[in-house]
């Protein structure tokens, strides 16, 4: 069984930095192309960011395009999410989700995580 459980979220001010990491438990996901979808209140959950089994190919939302940056460690069966130039639209819920292949939308994938929160203020 996949388990995926991401890491990292907290309170930061517009501008700041964080990075989510996302650990997979249970079996291997170097195989497999990773993303990173978002969910604000009220709104439908969106893609983010997606990254193939390699590392060597990654696609974003083109909101994200040039301040968030996806990447993977296969050794340590982890994906990161850094996360620059926040902006207070950013606040959701971050999944990270294994996918079937490199999609950009949530049928594409088949295991998620259960998100960590991400509030930018102000």
């Known amino acids: 069984q996949v388990q995926l459980v991401e890491s990292g979220g907290g309170l930061v001010q517009a501008g700041g930095s964080l990075r989510l990491s996302c650990a997979a438990s249970?079996?291997?996901?170097?195989?497999?192309?990773m993303g990173w979808f978002r969910q604000a209140p009220g709104k439908e959950r969106a893609f983010v960011a997606a990254?193939?089994?390699?590392?060597?190919?990654?696609t974003y939302a083109d909101s994200v395009k040039g301040r968030f940056t996806i990447s993977r460690d296969n050794a340590k069966n982890t994906v990161y999410l850094q996360m620059n130039s926040l902006e207070p639209e950013d606040t959701a819920v971050y999944y990270c989700?294994?996918?079937?292949?490199?999609?950009?939308?949530?049928?594409?994938?088949?295991?998620w995580g259960q998100g960590t929160q991400v509030t930018v203020s102000s």
């Open positions: 990254i193939d089994w390699s590392g060597g190919i990654t």
């Open positions: 989700a294994r996918g079937k292949w490199l999609a950009t939308t949530a049928t594409g994938y088949d295991y």
């Open positions: 249970g079996r291997t996901v170097s195989s497999y192309p």
